[in-house]
Nanobody
Framework: QVQLVESGGGLVQPGGSLRLSCAASGSIFRINAMGWYRQAPGKARELVATSTSSGTTNYAQSVKGRFTISRDNAKNTVYLLMNSLKPEDTAVYYC???????????????????WGQGTQVTVSS
């Protein structure tokens, strides 16, 4: 099993910044993709940003130029720096990781998907 522990959410005024962190621990041989998704009340969960183990990143159009995803592979940790926050960024943010649990899974390219418990981000004046 793998645990993802998120931190860094909170209340911020429009135009402000927040930095989310997510640390993975447990039965990990190697992590492929790590990323952030969000879910606002009454809406479906949506991709915010992802990063592969090689450093390739992908962002939702709505956050491009404002959010930056980064990873510390040695610490199995992913970060999301959110600048110029808007009220429409208000949501629960979830960390995601695609994990190879052991060498055999890695050779077979068999990934397990894990999610964090979510952290609330509220942008309001």
């Amino acid at each position: 099993q793998v645990q993802l522990v998120e931190s860094g959410g909170g209340l911020v005024q429009p135009g402000g910044s927040l930095r989310l962190s997510c640390a993975a621990s447990g039965s990990i041989f190697r992590i492929n993709a790590m990323g952030w998704y969000r879910q606002a009340p009454g809406k479906a969960r949506e991709l915010v940003a992802t990063s592969t183990s090689s450093g390739t990143t992908n962002y939702a159009q709505s956050v491009k130029g404002r959010f930056t995803i980064s990873r510390d592979n040695a610490k199995n940790t992913v970060y999301l720096l959110m600048n110029s926050l808007k009220p429409e960024d208000t949501a629960v943010y979830y960390c995601h990781a695609s994990v190879y649990s052991d060498y055999a899974d890695w050779r077979a390219e068999y990934e397990y998907d894990y999610w964090g418990q979510g952290t609330q981000v509220t942008v309001s004046s």
